[in-house]
């Protein structure tokens, strides 16, 4: 299995209050991604990472943040907590970018916001 | 916007058949096509990754397919296990090294 570990693997939080999830490789891959898994819709992309401190916004950015201080460390902030990010939350790597990319993905992060 | 379907949503089947699944994507323009399995309450598994330039991947019992000119993957499971049952989902690696993923299909193998 890759080295990926996501924490907290669960967390309740209340509406309005700030969220910071981790992600934590030790595969050294350079990139990095988050997902939001949700009934009816399947995983889209929130943000991804091509380096240290190089961001980009994915399909559904709106309402998070994330930073990249280190390779091996990806934040996914919820700067104020709203009930219609209630989701499961999935971090990936991969090596590279190009054809012969493989992803892997950590156990998830279960968010409730109430 | 690539957009990747996958039918059917859920399929039952006998120990011991042969099955195969489907997706479907409307961009062409793809880098690679991968599978994944995810069990109930977990993360997700990589179960093949097939390049643009190739035709079909195998591993073990199962097989992925990919004709990128018409936008389909199959993947076939040979000889099916109860330990097969998971949802099956396909993505589609294109620009900014994002994945495009169906919403799966669920298997259920009955012994």
């Known amino acids: 299995d890759a080295g990926i570990t996501q924490s907290p693997r669960h967390k309740v939080t209340e509406t309005g209050t700030p969220v910071t999830l981790r992600c934590h490789q030790t595969?050294?891959?350079?990139?990095m991604y988050w997902y939001r898994q949700d009934p009816g819709h399947g995983l889209r992309l929130i943000h991804y990472?091509?380096?240290?401190?190089?961001?980009d916004k994915g399909e559904v950015s709106d309402g998070y943040s994330v930073s990249r201080s280190k390779t091996e460390d990806f934040l996914l902030t919820l700067e104020s907590a709203t009930s219609s990010q209630t989701s499961v939350y999935f971090c990936?790597?991969?090596?590279?970018?190009?054809?012969?990319?493989?992803?892997?993905f950590g156990q998830g992060t279960r968010l409730t916001v109430v | 916007k690539q957009e990747v379907t996958q039918i059917p949503a859920a399929l039952s089947v006998p120990e011991g058949e042969n099955l195969v699944l489907n997706c479907s994507f409307t961009?062409?323009?793809?880098?690679?096509l991968q599978w994944f399995r995810q069990d109930p309450g977990k993360g997700l598994t990589s179960l093949l990754l097939?390049?643009?330039?190739?035709r079909e991947q195998t591993s073990g019992r199962l097989n992925a397919s990919l004709d990128k000119s018409s936008g389909r993957s199959t993947l076939y499971i040979a000889a099916s296990q109860p330990g097969d049952s998971a949802t099956y989902l396909c993505?589609?690696?294109?620009?900014?090294?994002?994945?495009?993923f169906g919403k799966g299909t669920k298997l259920s193998v009955i012994p």
């Open positions: 993505a589609v690696g294109a620009g900014s090294y994002q994945l495009t």
């Open positions: 990472s091509y380096g240290v401190k190089d961001t």
């Open positions: 961009d062409s323009a793809i880098y690679n």
């Open positions: 097939i390049q643009s330039s190739q």
């Open positions: 990936a790597i991969s090596e590279s970018g190009g054809v012969n990319t493989e992803a892997f």
């Open positions: 595969e050294n891959h350079r990139y």
